[in-house]
């Protein structure tokens, strides 16, 4: 793979020169991974998806998960998008596939406190069923789309998976990615969402200084769905709202 200012790698071109430098930063060892292994996923065609679809100069946050779906079907290259759920509710609350995805159920929960729709002392399937969701979105793309209609690159502390074994390898080696990521954004500064302790490592990097950070608990812990910061920051999002 070959990276340069002339957007050949499919981002978007706005991303080129930041892309290109970030990626030039790897280790020499590890971008050799990156072009000639073909275990990890996303794919080498898919694990910088979310610098496809979203304008750098559009970004106002960036949402930092940890690493992507251990499944290959669910990690697309945008955190927290599964790409394995199809509906997000069904008519006894949330789909099975949303329900198996701790960290998307507990989201989708606090989204809906968040709207008014569910009441924090309440947020069981019961009570989702009873929800009017005709002014809901109803597949995970919409939640995908409504992200980045609000600005939010998301984007994973490592852009791809292996084994758990090597989550943190893997953390590691995308750090200089990252970093540079970082300084070549100074000029926009969005704030940056943290989501769990492998995201909050991210204080630790260079030009962090130059960054409002807001940390929140991962969505896969339950308290995240009543978590005041939360609820603030996505209440006014509307990524429920079709």
Known sequence: MVFSGQNNIGVDESWGDAIALAYSSLSPSYRHYLENDKEYFPSQENYLNAFKTLPKDSVKYILFGQDPY?????AIGYSFIDGKV???FS????SKDVNRATSLRNFIKMALVARGDLDISDTTQDAISHIDKSHLISSIYQLKDNFEANG?????????FSS???SRYHIKEWRPF???LLKEMIDISPKLILFGTHAKAIKKLNYIDNYETI???HPYN????SNLNALKLFRGMELLDI
Request: hydrophobic share 40%.
């Open 222 to 225: 339950h308290t995240f769905i």
């Open 70 to 74: 251990p499944r290959e079907q669910s």
């Open 91 to 94: 008519a006894s609350g949330l």
């Open 152 to 160: 939010v690159l998301l984007l994973n502390t490592a852009l791809i």
């Open 86 to 88: 199809s509906d997000i």
């Open 178 to 180: 990252i970093e540079t």
């Open 164 to 166: 758990k074994d090597k």
């Open 215 to 217: 940390e929140i608990e």
